[in-house]
């Protein structure tokens, strides 16, 4: 079993900046793909950003590349979501998820193992 525990959210104004972050135990942290996703109340949940294993390749969804970035620190079991210039839009619970299988993967399908989340909220 693998155990994600995400922290970091908060209140923050519009243009205001967080980071999240997510740990991981259970298994070889090394080993798996991760994704952040977020879930804005009446719609599904929607990916943001996700990380290969190692860290050398990432992926974001349009509505936030060029303002957030996501990181791994292998050695502390820890993958990062740095998320800058934040937008009232922006405003979700954020979900951490681990794949075993691939590399940064978009969909929710691919990620076996999903942390319970940690609110941000953004005031105009």
């Known amino acids: 079993q693998v155990q994600l525990v995400e922290s970091g959210g908060g209140l923050v104004q519009a243009g205001g900046s967080l980071r999240l972050s997510c740990a991981a135990s259970?298994?070889?942290?090394?080993?798996?793909?991760m994704g952040w996703f977020r879930q804005a109340p009446g719609k599904e949940r929607e990916f943001v950003a996700a990380?290969?294993?190692?860290?050398?390749?990432?992926y974001y969804a349009d509505s936030v590349k060029g303002r957030f970035t996501i990181s791994r620190d292998n050695a502390k079991n820890t993958v990062y979501l740095q998320m800058n210039s934040l937008k009232p839009e922006d405003t979700a619970p954020y979900y951490c998820?681990?794949?075993?299988?691939?590399?940064?993967?978009?969909?929710?399908?691919?990620?076996?193992?999903w942390g319970q989340g940690t609110q941000v909220t953004v005031s105009p």
């Open positions: 998820a681990a794949d075993r299988y691939g590399s940064g993967s978009k969909r929710r399908s691919s990620y076996e193992y």
């Open positions: 259970g298994r070889t942290f090394s080993t798996f793909a």
């Open positions: 990380i290969s294993r190692s860290g050398g390749s990432t």
